[in-house]
């Protein structure tokens, strides 16, 4: 087989469209067509690229031979009846990066012979609903309290919540990770298999921190739903309610974010002359609680604070807003991204895989550069990022 063919039939087998591919690869979209029609060859360079796009190695693109790639089985929960996502490259890096990490955990893991913290058997299960969101909340505020101090986090108290949300999770082996994705392609996805730990990725290029939060428990729904359907995972964007499964995950988040005693006593710190105005109500009772305005739009009007005509004014005003407009804040949920470079690798690769990583390198079960290779972390943040992990790990897991 040409190259020619083994190009064009990779990408077709990726469904990836040619000017995604173009853009990824930094080829234009004509050169590229020329490539894959045989009327040029490729660069080294620019295979390298490609192959970097499809996630394979160029060696293998270079063969001759049609690799053998698997039958992308994520899910699109965007649309109304959810279906395999057709997603771009630059999508897909984060999708084979979390894989990897997932992988690489799940196998350290076994081999130290690990085992999660003797409390995680109490932590409320089931199909998500309001009520297991009230007692998971319960929980995690009892948790939190007691650890707080010894995590020594930092922040405003939604990024703190993050953090302590996170690390509270990946004690429990779901691996979370938060980073830059394109934000037209999804918020958030969830990785799941029964044979290796679970894993969230949450968007960065979020418009809000409190979106961010909202999308990290969503997809928690989605993996308490995958114990049940057993989904491999998928892509979804809690903002656009296509679907049942979308409308359950959000109401679960709503209720873990926003008890509803909780969230009734934020309605009644705001005066009548703000609930007078949807858009002044809006805006109060999100200052006073975790939820997004969004969110916090639509859960006024679940409890019958505002009606249905006052959301839909109020949700038409905010589509002609700008993106700067709509931005809460300039920093990230997560409280990871700004200061100290390992902090916000750790913030990006996750907790459990950075901590794993400390121990089987203590244990010379693997070295320092298969921790760069496995889940990217140079080898000159490590020393910090494995000081790190292991203090607040070991804090979490008590």
């Known amino acids: 087989m040409t190259l020619a063919n083994v190009l064009r039939q990779v990408r077709d087998n990726r469904h990836f469209d040619l000017a995604s591919v173009a853009r990824f690869a930094q080829i234009s979209p004509a050169r590229l067509k020329e490539i894959e029609s045989g009327v040029r060859e490729p660069s080294f360079k620019q295979l390298q690229r490609l192959a970097e796009a499809y996630g394979v190695p160029d060696y293998i693109l270079g063969a001759g031979g049609l690799p053998n790639l698997p039958e992308q089985q994520i899910l699109d929960f ?25 992988v690489f955990t799940t196998q ?42 010894g995590l020594q986090l930092s922040g405003t108290a939604d990024q703190t919540f993050f953090a302590g949300l996170r690390i509270f999770l990946e004690a429990l082996g779901i691996i979370v990770r938060v980073n830059d994705a394109p934000a037209d392609e999804f918020l958030g996805f969830f990785l799941a298999d029964r044979e290796s730990f679970g894993s969230i990725f949450v968007n960065r ?6 979106a961010q939060l909202f999308t990290l428990v969503h997809e928690v729904a989605h993996l308490m739903i995958n114990a049940n359907d057993g989904a491999r995972g998928g892509v979804s964007d809690p903002f656009k309610l296509n679907n049942q499964i ?61 009606t249905q005509e006052q959301l839909v004014r109020w949700t038409a005003a905010r589509a002609t807003m700008t993106r700067k407009q709509l931005k809460d804040e300039e920093s990230d949920a997560s409280g990871e991204t700004f200061g100290a470079p390992h902090a916000k690798r ?53």
């Open 78 to 102: 965007r649309k109304r009846a959810p279906r395999p996502a057709r997603l771009s490259p630059e999508a897909m890096q984060r999708i084979w990066a979390t894989e990897q990490a997932v």
């Open 108 to 149: 350290i893991w076994g081999a130290l012979e690990l085992a999660l913290p003797s409390w995680s058997k109490e932590v409320p299960t089931g199909k998500p609903n309001t009520k297991i969101a009230g007692l998971l909340r319960h929980y995690f505020d009892d948790w939190f309290a007691e650890r707080r101090a």
């Open 205 to 210: 290029r979020t418009l809000a921190p409190k």
């Open 346 to 398: 750790i913030g990006e690769v996750g907790y459990l895989p950075t901590y794993v990583a400390k121990v089987a390198v203590e244990k010379k079960l693997i070295d320092f550069a298969d921790v760069t290779a496995s889940i990217s972390i140079s080898r000159g943040l490590q020393d910090r990022a494995f000081s790190l992990a292991a203090r607040r790990m070991e804090v979490a897991v008590r």
């Open 246 to 306: 979308e409308q359950t995950c959000n109401r679960f988040a709503a209720e873990f974010l926003a008890p509803d005693e909780i969230f009734r006593a934020a309605v009644e710190l705001v005066g009548r002359s703000d609930r007078a105005d949807v858009f002044r109500f809006v805006d109060s009772v999100a200052q006073h609680s975790l939820l997004s305005k969004f969110a916090t739009a639509i859960r006024l009007r679940e409890t019958d604070y505002i």
